[in-house]
């Protein structure tokens, strides 16, 4: 039973333009989404966050957009750049202990 | 500034042997977790720990699987007689605070398990 769920396993874009990375979660008792970006043999770095009573945060280029009525959450990259190709790691924390439950990823290929 | 270090960055091991995963957390970090990724899939929980004490463990496997974070030292996990299911990448990370106060966690780069 997945908890978080990104549905799309790839996606390319455009040097320049914007990249949206989805992500859908089950559980309402989440109060904390993060989103990680991983490149090939190395871990996952923490990218932004978001808090469950927020619906936007914004850091630079990224943006995070949560609409907890749709159990929703989306990653903006604008605009998006060569270095921004990875995987993209949604994840949720709510529990008492604060481990974090991921998504299986999204591919981002940003193609110059 | 060193991050989370994990050692070693690949293992191979023969089934029925021991493998033994390190990692030390980023300074000034108390809490480590410990998480399993399989192929195309994402990172599962495995155990939380602080100093000398284990938190959570409801994500890891009953039998053969065991991780401590004694007071001096690194923290390690611990798999007795590996079978070829335990291929994967194990990665640890850290935070200052409880998961829960909104700290995020930092990962090391993870430690490839091959089985053979």
């Known amino acids: 039973d997945q908890q978080v769920k990104q549905n799309s396993p790839s996606l390319s874009v455009q040097e320049g333009r914007i990249s949206i990375l989805n992500c859908d979660y089950t559980?309402?008792?989440?109060?904390?989404f993060l989103w990680y970006k991983k490149y090939p043999a190395e871990g996952p770095t923490f990218l932004i966050s978001?808090?469950?009573?927020?619906d936007k945060n914004e850091d630079g280029r990224f943006t995070v957009f949560l609409n907890k009525s749709a159990k929703h959450l989306s990653l903006h990259i604008v605009p998006s750049q060569p270095g921004d190709s990875a995987v993209y790691f949604c994840?949720?924390?709510?529990?008492?202990?604060?481990?974090?439950?991921f998504g299986k990823g999204t591919k981002l290929s940003v193609k110059p | 500034n060193a991050g989370v270090m994990q050692n070693p960055r690949h293992l191979v091991r023969r089934r029925g042997q021991e493998a033994r995963l390190r990692c030390s957390p980023m300074?000034?970090?108390?809490?480590v977790y410990w998480y399993r990724q399989l192929p195309e899939e994402g990172l599962k929980f495995m155990v939380y720990?602080?100093?000398?004490?284990?938190?959570?463990e409801s994500g890891m496997p009953k039998e053969r699987f065991s991780a401590e974070f004694p007071k001096e030292g690194p923290s390690i996990l611990r798999i007795q007689q590996v079978v070829r299911g335990d291929s994967a990448a194990y990665f640890c990370?850290?935070?200052?605070?409880?998961?829960?106060?909104?700290?995020?966690?930092?990962f090391g780069d993870g430690t490839r398990l091959s089985i053979l």
């Open positions: 978001i808090s469950s009573i927020k």
């Open positions: 990370a850290s935070s200052p605070l409880a998961g829960d106060d909104g700290q995020p966690q930092h």
């Open positions: 720990l602080q100093k000398e004490n284990i938190i959570d």
């Open positions: 559980n309402s008792m989440f109060d904390y």
């Open positions: 994840a949720a924390s709510g529990g008492s202990q604060g481990n974090l439950i």
């Open positions: 300074k000034g970090h108390s809490h």
